[in-house]
């Protein structure tokens, strides 16, 4: 069972937008801990796609983007691609545990 | 550029000392950062295992702390992770991997291929 809470699939026709949801709880994201949001394709190590919430690290598409609200985050994808579909983990800091934490991960598939 | 690359054992036995090395180059390791292991169980999610300094100070995993010991060699450039009295559970693909920025914990951006550990007799 992750602390950081994500649905398990979500799906999207290319060009549609997604969202995908991460909830934490008083001691990670309700605390104001940042966010940060993974992308993994098959076979591949996680990619760092958004760091602190809603920043982009060079080279990731505007595609992607990153908002927090309360104890949950979401990602949002637009333009959905092919190339999109992926594992994706949210990833906070748990200040009670004093450890670092993921989500359960989500698999995107794109229709 | 900076790049990281997990080396050890493929297959342990259970209860023995699971040892993987970390050889870090393009960066200088005891120029800063806390690098960081992370493993992924088959077919489940990422788990940090902990992090740490060049200096040689560590956070772990509360699961893990009473089997987790890191090091870091600061004259190979390199950084080691040992997790002892090893189980079935602890069957993973282990990553190596450097922060986004010098002072945080997590976040990393820098992440090796990865190498996958099997504990069975």
């Known amino acids: 069972q992750s602390v950081l809470t994500q649905p398990p699939s979500v799906s999207g026709a290319p060009g549609q937008r997604v969202t995908i949801s991460c909830t934490g709880g008083?001691?990670?994201?309700?605390?104001?801990?940042?966010v940060h949001w993974y992308q993994q394709l098959p076979g591949a190590a996680p990619k760092l796609l958004i760091y602190?919430?809603?920043n982009r690290p060079s080279g990731v598409p505007d595609r992607f983007s990153g908002s927090k609200s309360g104890t949950s985050a979401s990602l949002a994808i637009t333009g959905l691609q092919a190339e999109d579909e992926a594992d994706y983990y949210c990833?906070?800091?748990?200040?009670?545990?004093?450890?670092?934490?993921f989500g359960g991960g989500t698999k995107l598939t794109v229709l | 550029q900076v790049q990281v690359q997990e080396s050890g054992p493929g297959l342990v036995k259970p209860s023995e000392t699971l040892s993987l090395t970390c050889a870090v180059s393009?960066?200088?390791?005891?120029?800063?950062?806390?690098w960081g292991w992370i493993r992924q169980s088959p077919g489940k999610g990422l788990e940090w295992i902990g992090s740490?300094?060049?200096?040689?100070?560590?956070s772990y995993n509360p699961s893990l702390k009473s089997r987790v010991t890191m090091s870091v060699d600061t004259a190979k450039n390199q950084f080691s992770l040992k997790l002892n009295s090893v189980t079935a559970a602890d069957t993973a693909v282990y990553y190596c991997?450097?922060?986004?920025?010098?002072?945080?914990?997590?976040?990393?951006?820098?992440w090796g291929q990865g190498t996958v550990v099997t504990v069975s007799s």
């Open positions: 740490i300094h060049h200096s040689g100070s560590t």
């Open positions: 393009g960066y200088s390791i005891s120029s800063g950062y806390n």
């Open positions: 990833q906070s800091y748990d200040s009670s545990s004093l450890s670092v934490v």
């Open positions: 991997a450097r922060p986004y920025k010098s002072a945080w914990y997590g976040v990393f951006d820098i």
């Open positions: 008083s001691s990670n994201i309700g605390v104001g801990n940042n």
């Open positions: 602190t919430d809603n």
